[in-house]
């Protein structure tokens, strides 16, 4: 058995010695705005900017390749690279280095910046959100609805069973982004302006920069491919409830690049909706009392129609008119001859002549 791995071995190594490039980087996922490759052997004279670029370059952003050395080739690109874009370099062919010897072409390297990921949400991680929740997503690329549809999802707990999702759009899906204008303008902040590298981001989407306020919500409101996107889970959600959105594996950019691992967003369902009832007692079986507030409270806001269906908020004015006794006209009688015996005057009852 050792007898016929040595052979194999020795015929791995000769064959990573003879690979022309030794180290290309990035690969996989990554966002970069740079690429670099080493070379085996010396390719060029050092410092001669006439000789061409060794790869031949497939991606959607613009670069320019230059070399560093006689064995590093550098490649860079013209702003970082947006989410959803995919680059590959193939060692172009009939390449030789700097020697006159023939380098072996057919070497291929490549790499994704990554399918589309959740930048902002609202509500905000970690919120109170209630048993009909529609989110709104902020993405960095564009993606593909039938993606979303088909790979994102809830999980409640208390739910034996992961909940689907449904995209909100049309009216209904206007009618929640016209009430939320800040959310959109604090997006395109964030995804315009790179606070830490002091630079404007890369974006696949082309986002508006130009006109007023309303100009720039309406083109990224109603754009085909706009980033902005907005779902609700596909049945009500349990009260109380844990409930995470699940951003899952395979949602594509509208480029064809997906995601590769799954993010999840946790949420909590506000409590079953209360109404309670308080007032003055005297003690705890006797009536509410009248002269003193009465008070009702609800463990969630309510919309003012439905205030106005269940009563007034404040506590209507009640009028107390006084009643007296209705006399009898003898007793008036000598209510009126008592009145007239007796001075105003006077200090005492006793001085009053008697009827």
Not at 197 to 209: C, D, E, I, Q, Y
Request: net charge positive; hydrophobic share 40%; aromatic share 8%.
């Amino acid at each position: 058995m050792k007898l016929l791995l040595a052979p194999l071995l020795a015929l791995a190594a000769t064959a990573a010695l003879a690979q022309p490039v030794e180290l290309f980087s990035p690969q996989g996922e990554v966002k970069v705005r740079q690429v670099t490759a080493r070379f085996a052997k010396p390719m060029v004279a050092f410092g001669d900017p006439r000789l061409p670029d060794p790869f031949a370059v497939d991606c959607a952003e613009k670069g320019s390749g230059r070399w560093a050395d006689t064995r590093n080739w550098v490649y860079d690109f013209a702003r970082d690279l947006p989410a959803g874009v995919r680059c590959s370099f193939a060692l172009k062919p009939d390449l030789k280095a700097a020697d006159g010897s023939a380098v072996a072409g057919g070497q291929r390297f490549a790499f994704t910046t990554g399918g589309p990921a959740i930048v902002s949400s609202l509500p905000w991680e970690g919120s109170r959100i209630d048993e009909h929740q529609v989110f709104i997503l902020g993405l960095d690329a564009p993606a593909k609805p039938e993606t979303i549809a088909a790979n994102a999802r809830c999980v409640a707990a208390g739910v034996n069973e992961e909940i689907g999702v449904r995209l909100v759009t049309g009216d209904e899906r206007r009618t929640i982004l016209d009430n939320r204008k800040s959310f959109a303008s604090s997006y395109l902040r964030l995804m315009l302006i790179d606070g830490e590298a002091g630079r404007s981001r890369g974006f696949l989407f082309r986002l508006p920069t130009t006109g007023s306020d309303q100009e720039r919500f309406l083109k990224l409101r109603d754009a085909p491919d706009s980033p902005l996107v907005t779902l609700a889970c596909a049945r009500t959600l349990p009260a109380n409830a844990d409930v995470k959105l699940v951003w899952g594996r395979g949602i594509a950019a509208t480029t064809g690049v997906a995601t590769s691992a799954a993010r999840a967003l946790a949420f909590k369902v506000r409590p079953t909706f209360r109404a309670s009832f308080s007032c003055s007692r005297v003690n705890k079986d006797a009536q509410c009392m009248p002269i003193l507030p009465l008070s009702r409270s609800f463990s969630a806001p309510i919309a003012r129609p439905m205030r106005r269906r269940s009563g007034s908020w404040t506590r209507p004015t009640r009028r107390i008119r006084r009643t007296w006794p209705r006399m009898t006209t003898a007793a008036a009688s000598r209510r009126s001859r008592s009145d007239r015996g007796c001075p105003k005057s006077s200090a005492s009852a006793s001085n009053c002549p008697r009827a």
